[in-house]
Structure formats: C-alpha cells, structure tokens
T-cell receptor, first 116, second 113 residues
Framework: GAGVSQSPSNKVTEKGKDVELRCDPI?????LYWYRQRLGQGLEFLIY????????KSGLPSDRFSAERTGESVSTLTIQRTQQEDSAVYLC??????????????FGPGTRLTVT | AQSVSQHNHHVILSEAASLELGCNYSYGGTVNLFWYVQYPGQHLQLLLKYFSGDPLVKGIKGFEAEFIKSKFSFNLRKPSVQWSDTAEYFC???????????FGGGTRVLVKP
C-alpha cells in the first residue's frame, strides 16, 4: 500500500511569509508525528497526534508553529511569519498505534523548507 | 528528558570491512530502541527495532544490534559492509508507553568500493 506522503517536496519562501506543509499518513494509522531536521543535525520532535487531538505539543519551538489534523487522516503544519532559522526538512511519520510493539513509525519523504 | 548520543559523526571504510556504530541513551526506564537508515535521496527507513526479549536483534540487509541495558547502549553492527550501505544511520529511543522518538545526531557512513 501507499506510504506516508508529504507536500510540497520543496518550498522556498521569503522571511515573514506563512507556509503550510501537508502530510498524508498511511491509511488506518491512528498516530501521526511531525519532526524537524536541520542541516547536519538529528531529528527533533515537534508534535504528535492521536486521532485528531494533539496530546503532546512539547516540541513546537514557538507560537508561530501550529498543526492540525482532520478526519484522523491529513495533517497540516503551519509556520507563521517564517524566519531563516525555520529552514529545515520537515518530516511526518505515522504509526498504527501509540504504544507497544505497534508504534513503529513510518516516515514520509519530507518537505525541504528554505526561508530566504 | 531523554537523550541519545551517537559517538561517530562520520565513518569511512572499505567494502568487506566490519561496521559498528555506537548509540547510548540517557533514559532510565523501559525503552523501545530503533535504528533508522537514510540512503542518499531516499527517506528514513527502519533497519531494526528492540521492544523486548532477546537483546540481540537482527534487522534487514544483514544488520544487527545488541541492547545492553547496564550500559544504556544499542550498538549497530554489520560484519561485512557493501558499497550500497553508504547512508546516514540514526539511533532513536522512545519510552515503552510513549510516543515521540528521540533521535541521535546521526552517523554518515561512506563505504568505498
């Protein structure tokens, strides 16, 4: 079946503009995660959804970042008033369950965001 | 807060050499452990995972990892690498009943033909 998909694959935006990044998880996966990978660094957790609710938003770096999920499917990560330090690859992952052996996370290809 | 350390940032080796990548984590409770790989131009893929049971875990493409609880380590090994193993490798941890993964900084492995 289809894996996790993300769009756009690349986004170049000017500083101060808002951007929306989209994630389509694997069908039937109840959990959805957003991570960020800055150049030369590991992945940083941003936010996690169980169904349509977000029990853990602890990784969002500022109030310019927000995310929502609808229909227990698609999720959108929004960054308002983008800054150059927001430049990174934004990765989405989904998993069948939240805990236990079912929580293996499957990653999408990422959206490369460049803020000029 | 839990953290994950990967000791080598870059590794260069020749085909047929053995590979071992170190991973240590800081969380003292029960954890799930993962190694992910990112081949050039591709997205992250799971190599292997440990949830419970035998601490020696075998994954895809001849990789294995050993969980040593007393050392808080989960080192990745492959006895004989191939050029196609050139990739970036990430160790990750989450709490047994948790959700988010905490990743190490990654190790770039270059295998010379």
């Amino acid at each position: 079946g289809a894996g996790v998909s993300q769009s756009p694959s690349n986004k170049v935006t000017e500083k101060g503009k808002d951007v929306e990044l989209r994630c389509d998880p694997i069908s039937g996966h109840t959990a959805l995660y957003w991570y960020r990978q800055r150049l030369g660094q590991g992945l940083e957790f941003l936010i996690y959804f169980q169904g349509n609710s977000a029990p853990d938003k602890s990784g969002l770096p500022s109030d310019r970042f927000s995310a929502e999920r609808t229909g227990e499917s698609v999720s959108t990560l929004t960054i308002q008033r983008t800054q150059q330090e927001d430049s990174a690859v934004y990765l989405c992952a989904s998993s069948l369950a939240v805990s236990g052996s079912g929580n293996e996370q499957y990653f999408g290809p990422g959206t490369r965001l460049t803020v000029t | 807060a839990q953290s994950v350390s990967q000791h080598n940032h870059h590794v260069i080796l020749s085909e047929a050499a053995s590979l071992e990548l170190g991973c240590n984590y800081s969380y003292g409770g029960t954890v799930n452990l993962f190694w992910y790989v990112q081949y050039p131009g591709q997205h992250l893929q799971l190599l292997l995972k440990y949830f419970s049971g035998d601490p020696l875990v075998k994954g895809i493409k001849g990789f294995e990892a050993e969980f040593i609880k007393s050392k808080f380590s989960f080192n990745l090994r492959k006895p004989s690498v191939q050029w196609s193993d050139t990739a970036e490798y990430f160790c990750a941890v989450n709490k047994a009943a948790g959700n988010k993964l905490t990743f190490g900084g990654g190790t770039r492995v270059l295998v010379k033909p």
